[in-house]
Structures are given as C-alpha cells and as structure tokens.
C-alpha cells in the first residue's frame, strides 16, 4: 500500500482544502511527529519485534529498523548574527500557511542531512560493505555512504581550492566502531540550501555532525545526533535522540514525495479559483 503524505493526496479534495488551513498550527518543534496509523494501532508496532531479542550481534546494524514515534527534537542554542539572518529566511509548514512557506519539502527538494533523521523518519535499514555502510530512509527511499576504510573527512568542502570538494545534499561521512556495539559517524561539508530540522534552522557547509548508534540489544537501537556549528550557533548540542526497533520481516511500505502531485497541491492551496472548483 502506498503511502502519501496529505499535501499529495488529491483524490480527495474537500479534505485538503480543510487540512491546508490547519497545517499552519502543527505542534511545537519539541514533540515528536505523529505515528504512521492504520486504525488505531501503528503500522510500525505491529511489524516491530517484541522484547529484546537476546544479545546483538557485535559490530552488525544491517537490516531494517523501524520508529513509530519519531523523533524529539531538543532546545536549539542561541544562533549567531549570520544563524539569525539565514534563520529569519526559513519559512516553515508550522507557522506559515503551506502556500507562503518555503519549505524544500513542499517541493520534494532532498531533505538532506541532518534533517532527513528528524523528518518524522520512521524506517531506516543499512547494508554492510568492505569498506563503507549504506544508510537508507524509507521516506523518499533516499540513501547515503558511510565510509569505514579509515580516510578523513575533506577539511575545505566549497572552499576556492582548485581541488576543493563541492558541498553534497548528504555531505561526507566516515564511521567507525567505537565498541561492539557503538558505530559513531561524523559527517561534515552540508549543502547549506538543507535545514536541519523541520523548523528550519540554518547550517553552515562547515557543519560537523557527530551520530552514536547504539545497539542496546538485538531489538533496540539508540541514535543522538550531535551538531557543532560554530558559525551557526554559539555552543554544541544533541538534535536529537530516537529508538529504533528491528523489523523481523525486513519490510515497508512505500513513501515517496511525488514533484507533480505537490506542485498540484501548491497550486491548489495558493489559488483561491482552484479551491473553489475542487470543492464543486
């Protein structure tokens, strides 16, 4: 069964239109997204294993893992005077109208990273290789390289160099373990057209991202992102901190951002005429 977010499903225009008016008042940045729901009980609960599931494998995250609750976002610090202003540009789907917000996602722009760990991210899975582990979302079906060969992360992302890296959607990330049980990633060199959450705080390409996954047991996994961007913000801080739990049956459904049906729904929310011939 597919699943499309409400901005892209136009079988049902009444509801739309009504929902669009709405939108403006989600929840504080702080709470975590609603649940994927069929009925009244998780998709994500039925599918997810039961009790701990014995000890972990060592140095193993490969398979899929699930979140029915998202993730909690903590307390931002204090931005910088260039934090504000790019801050300040970010119009998000919480206070403004869907059609005034500028939100890259109302476009199916990538989320890019961070922010693709925050965005109500209720599936994740990884894929172990030689020399690199592949992360990949369920939302979008987006995924990225971590790579584990021991090579730095690039120290001069968009600088003027002549061999200076460009800045990626997902930046650079290596990882490594630092237990049998704790893969920590640092990634850095963040486009800065990305925010790095849903409410649209800035990054700059000088981001540096630290991710501790921890596999409590067979079953559960703990992840908390650490950001350290001095030119955005005055101090270091958790974004987050999220649990996961393992999907026996290796399997979602799924989610994708279509660019035609949200630049339909765009034009529906913004253009009064088109709202009333929905509604005829």
Same mark, same amino acid.
């Given at each position: 069964?597919?699943?499309?977010?409400?901005?892209?499903? #136009?079988?049902?225009?009444?509801?739309?239109?009504?929902?669009?008016?709405?939108?403006?008042?989600?929840?504080?940045? %702080?709470?975590? !997204?609603? !649940?994927?729901?069929? @009925?009244?009980?998780?998709?994500?609960?039925? #599918?997810?294993?039961?009790?701990?599931? @014995?000890?972990?494998?060592?140095?193993?995250?490969?398979?899929?893992?699930?979140?029915?609750?998202?993730?909690?976002?903590? !307390?931002?610090?204090?931005?910088?005077? *260039?934090?504000?202003?790019?801050? /300040?540009? /970010?119009?998000?789907?919480?206070? +403004?109208?869907?059609?005034?917000?500028?939100?890259?996602?109302?476009?199916?722009?990538?989320?890019?990273? !961070?922010?693709?760990?925050?965005?109500?991210?209720? @599936?994740?899975?990884?894929?172990?290789?030689? =020399?690199? #582990?592949?992360?990949? *979302?369920?939302?979008?079906?987006?995924?990225?390289?971590?790579?584990?060969?021991?090579?730095?992360?690039?120290?001069?992302?968009?600088?003027?160099?002549?061999?200076?890296?460009?800045?990626?959607?997902?930046? +650079?990330?290596?990882?490594? *373990?630092?237990?049998?049980y704790t893969f920590i990633v640092e990634t850095? $060199?963040?486009?800065?057209?990305?925010?790095?959450?849903?409410? $649209?705080?800035? /990054?700059?390409?000088?981001?540096?991202? %630290?991710?501790? +996954?921890?596999?409590?047991?067979?079953?559960?996994?703990?992840?908390?992102?650490?950001? =350290?961007?001095?030119?955005? +913000?005055?101090?270091?801080?958790? #974004?987050?901190?999220?649990?996961?739990? *393992?999907?026996?049956?290796?399997?979602?459904?799924?989610?994708?951002?279509? @660019?035609?049906?949200?630049? =339909?729904?765009?034009?529906?929310?913004?253009?009064?005429?088109?709202?009333?011939?929905?509604?005829?």
């Amino acid at each position: 069964m597919r699943n499309l977010s409400p901005r892209s499903t #136009l079988g049902v225009m009444a509801f739309i239109i009504s929902a669009s008016f709405a939108m403006a008042q989600n929840k504080p940045q %702080t709470e975590a !997204p609603p !649940p994927l729901r069929e @009925g009244s009980v998780s998709i994500l609960d039925k #599918l997810a294993a039961e009790g701990t599931g @014995g000890a972990a494998p060592k140095r193993d995250l490969t398979g899929f893992w699930g979140s029915s609750v998202g993730q909690k976002i903590n !307390p931002i610090p204090p931005m910088t005077p *260039w934090g504000e202003q790019v801050f /300040h540009t /970010h119009k998000n789907n919480s206070e +403004y109208a869907v059609a005034d917000s500028n939100d890259p996602d109302n476009t199916c722009d990538p989320l890019g990273f !961070p922010r693709a760990m925050v965005f109500m991210t209720r @599936g994740i899975a990884f894929a172990t290789m030689p =020399d690199r #582990l592949i992360q990949m *979302w369920q939302y979008d079906k987006t995924w990225r390289e971590i790579f584990t060969d021991g090579r730095p992360l690039p120290n001069n992302v968009g600088g003027s160099e002549k061999d200076a890296p460009d800045p990626h959607y997902w930046g +650079y990330s290596v990882g490594h *373990w630092k237990d049998d049980y704790t893969f920590i990633v640092e990634t850095t $060199g963040v486009d800065e057209n990305t925010w790095l959450d849903n409410a $649209g705080h800035p /990054h700059s390409v000088g981001i540096r991202v %630290t991710e501790t +996954y921890k596999r409590l047991d067979h079953n559960d996994l703990e992840v908390t992102v650490h950001v =350290d961007d001095p030119k955005t +913000y005055a101090q270091p801080f958790d #974004l987050s901190t999220a649990h996961f739990k *393992w999907i026996p049956k290796q399997d979602f459904e799924e989610q994708i951002c279509i @660019g035609s049906q949200e630049l =339909d729904y765009l034009k529906l929310i913004a253009d009064p005429g088109a709202r009333k011939d929905a509604a005829k």
